[in-house]
């Protein structure tokens, strides 16, 4: 159990590292206006999206699940664990909205500023905040 949580830890951090990053490079991305940069970032936000944020979404999903697995009747009863579950399903519809966006700068088809990303870029901060209190403090 405890490689599993080691594992799915380390899944979370990389999944944060990436859904923390790839909203700064759609800030700069709408900042950009030389084809040449634009090109450059497509690429860098496609490789972080598909080389880590998806795969480390998907093994903390994984991880998780196969966490809870060791005792569901205890996870699946705690008022925190639904919170916590809660906030991930809002960070997936958050990464749905970072796969959307990024295929917007694809199609050179965006038309937010760089100042709603940077609004953007704060959403998962909060969320992480939210959940390592609910897993740690375990409030209620």
């Excluded at 590292?17 to 991305?29: G, K």
């Excluded at 295929?103 to 937010?112: E, G, H, I, L, S």
Aim: with cysteine.
């Amino acid at each position: 159990m405890l490689w599993v949580k080691a594992f799915h830890i380390i899944a979370v951090i990389c999944w944060f590292a990436a859904i923390f990053y790839l909203p700064r490079l759609f800030v700069y991305h709408a900042a950009s206006s030389d084809t040449i940069s634009k090109e450059r970032f497509v690429i860098m936000e496609r490789k972080l999206f598909n080389g880590i944020a998806t795969p480390s979404a998907i093994a903390t999903l994984v991880l998780g699940f196969w966490l809870i697995s060791f005792n569901p009747s205890f996870y699946m009863s705690a008022p925190w664990m639904h919170a916590k579950l809660s906030l991930v399903a809002l960070l997936l519809i958050y990464h749905g909205f970072c796969w959307h966006f990024m295929k917007q700068f694809r199609a050179d088809n965006n038309t937010k500023t760089h100042v709603f990303y940077r609004y953007f870029n704060e959403v998962p901060v909060f969320m992480l905040i939210g959940i390592v209190i609910l897993v740690v403090v375990r409030p209620f």
